[in-house]
């Protein structure tokens, strides 16, 4: 008997588990009986697209065995022609490899051949399975506009959520509420993407793909965090066009704006700069030189009984001073003592940002009442627009330039509102933590350990401490900690770009509080 191989493709997953490829194996093992060949070895393609001849090595290694056993080889059996390829030129340059070598191509479903007419066969139902490949993507790229333009989400589905009826994306009740809280501590500013990752998985957030299920990276916090699905709308690359989707919103577009202000760093926040070791010289880079403007460094001296510690510039060490450890801390001990705030500026500050808080909430809702009223009259006559461009009174491309201009103003309505609010426990929780611990700052100071010691220091000087050969003097104090200090009421608002918000100042307050974890209240004082 004449020696075959045989070539087996299926495009999908799913077709592999329904035994398709078994089904046609059994098809041309039966042909090639009926024509008296024996079949040598099944090539099995699984899960292969046909649209080109790349990223399918088993066609590839048919090819080559094919050419390396032409003389043992006559045939190559397919269930259809379109199993080799669903495009004309790749089919042909197939069976031109294989007639080199000899080789026929015999299709179990199909009249092939040798004869002329066979050929000519042979040929357009190679074209026909191009056609038929070339339709239905056709179909396909206007499904996904008209789906787009539905506002149908499209592309793969964000964590949060997960396919309701049809192919409707629902809020997950398990990780809805953990991921809108994600963006809401992203928004404040004050957490990297490595931290907001480790966060998220410790709440037991996995990202699958597959059927593999792996914890939160920073790479994929990254790409959580630029997903604009989130605030309900769409951006589409391919035709570069945003729409509004027909999925509840996990945030407001000003939250999303605002934390993609943070990532692309154009918008900062005073946050402490915190080091993994402060070691037994907590104000290193602290301090810095009156006379050259450089941060200090420490080094022991060893004695006859004991080891002195010493601060010293780290620029021009030998022309300045050593300055002994004991003194810098007295000094620095006195500076905290004099800035001490009286406990009617802490009483007062703390009724300024509740009342402020509580004011805004009430403008909040008023605008948050007007928007949607304003939404609604926007979806009112886009279903207007609809019935008059079904009923033939206004054409295709007038429909498609007033829907553009509807959804453009419906995105704008959206954004006209903040609507992050931090919630009023968490408020009142970082306002007595900030009283607490800055009502005597110097005693915080004194009882801290290194790192906390350092996260103190940076947060009320964010630009350092300046030491003038003796004393202490600073450049800038952080105008959240001047809130706190003065004696007259100070602009503490919600919202506005040149303001000191309630935002700024939780982002301000939380890593302090996770840096003093053991910060009684209302003691006023640090207690270890």
Same mark, same amino acid.
């Given at each position: ?110 009249? /092939? ?106 790479? /994929? ?308």
């Amino acid at each position: 008997m004449k020696k075959a191989y045989a070539y087996l493709r299926v495009s999908s997953d799913e077709q592999v588990q329904n035994f398709s490829l078994d089904t046609q194996e059994e098809i041309c093992r039966r042909e090639a009986q009926r024509r008296e060949f024996e079949i040598v070895k099944f090539y099995r393609e699984e899960g292969r697209s046909a649209k080109n001849i790349k990223g399918r090595p088993e066609l590839i290694q048919l090819l080559e065995d094919c050419r390396k056993n032409k003389d043992s080889i006559s045939a190559v059996f397919v269930y259809r022609i379109d199993r080799m390829a669903r495009d004309t030129s790749d089919y042909l340059a197939c069976r031109k490899s294989l007639a080199e070598s000899g080789v026929a191509i015999l299709s179990c479903t199909e009249p /092939t051949g040798s004869t002329p007419t066979e050929k000519l066969t042979e040929v357009m139902l190679s074209a026909i399975a191009e056609l038929d490949n070339a339709v239905r993507g056709e179909r396909a790229k206007n499904g996904h506009r008209k789906r787009f333009e539905a506002g149908y989400p499209l592309g793969g589905m964000p964590i949060g959520y997960k396919k309701g009826e049809g192919r409707e994306w629902v809020p997950d009740p398990a990780t809805f509420n953990k991921v809108k809280k994600a963006w809401e501590i992203m928004s404040l500013g004050s957490t990297s993407l490595r931290e907001i990752s480790n966060l998220m998985t410790s709440w037991g957030l996995r990202t699958s793909y597959g059927k593999k299920s792996n914890k939160i990276r920073p790479q /994929t916090a990254q790409r959580i965090f630029r997903c604009k699905l989130y605030a309900g709308v769409q951006w589409s690359p391919t035709y570069q066009e945003e729409r509004m989707v027909n999925v509840e919103p996990m945030i407001s577009l000003d939250t999303f704006k605002r934390v993609q202000d943070y990532l692309d760093g154009r918008k900062t926040v005073d946050v402490i700069r915190r080091y993994s070791e402060a070691g037994d010289f907590p104000l290193r880079r602290i301090i810095k030189c009156s006379k050259c403007g450089s941060g200090f460094t420490a080094c022991w001296s060893k004695g006859r009984l004991k080891r002195y510690g010493y601060y010293l510039c780290a620029k021009n060490p030998r022309e300045h001073k050593y300055i002994p450890v004991a003194q810098v801390e007295n000094e620095l001990v006195k500076t905290l003592s004099e800035t001490k705030p009286t406990h009617e500026a802490l009483e007062l500050f703390k009724l300024v940002v509740m009342r402020t808080y509580d004011q805004d909430i009430k403008s909040l809702k008023q605008k948050q009442e007007e928007q949607e009223e304003e939404v609604r009259a926007l979806k009112d006559v886009r279903q207007r627009l609809i019935k008059k461009n079904l009923d033939g009174v206004y054409s295709d491309e007038m429909f498609k330039e007033q829907n553009a201009m509807i959804e453009s103003r419906l995105i704008a309505a959206t954004t006209a509102v903040h609507d992050h609010m931090i919630p009023r426990y968490q408020l009142e929780e970082a306002v007595n933590f900030a009283v607490a611990l800055f009502s005597d700052p110097a005693r915080a100071y004194q009882f801290a350990e290194p790192h906390q010691k350092k996260a103190l220091l940076c947060s009320m000087y964010p630009s350092g401490l300046v030491w003038n050969y003796p004393g202490i003097s600073n450049t800038e104090i952080s105008p959240l900690y001047t809130a706190i200090t003065a004696s007259a009421p100070m602009s503490v608002s919600t919202c506005g770009a040149d303001e000191l918000t309630i935002e700024h100042f939780i982002a301000w307050i939380n890593p302090l509080k996770e840096v003093f974890p053991d910060y009684h209240q209302p003691a006023f004082a640090y207690a270890r």
